[in-house]
């Protein structure tokens, strides 16, 4: 059990060092590259640097108020 967990924490760590990597050069380093650069083909449009992170935002704090919902829920119901 202990290597899977190993393996899964890897695995996030990886991705979260590849998307932060990913979105810095976006936001930070691609609107000092000239427009006609290739390297433009591989990033979205600049506008989408903040819809992204405010949709996935919005949808985290959904799903976060949902289960303190249902967490509210089913403690009530244990009470009675």
Request: charged share 15%.
């Amino acid at each position: 059990m202990e290597l899977a967990d190993r393996a899964v924490g890897l695995f996030l760590s990886l991705t979260s060092i590849s998307i932060f990597t990913y979105y810095t050069f976006w936001v930070i380093i691609l609107p000092f590259v000239d427009s006609d650069h290739f390297v433009h083909q591989y990033f979205l449009p600049q506008e989408y640097a903040i819809l992204v992170p405010v949709f996935a935002g919005m949808v985290l704090l959904c799903f976060l108020c949902v289960f303190v919902g249902f967490v509210m829920l089913k403690s009530k119901k244990k009470k009675a």
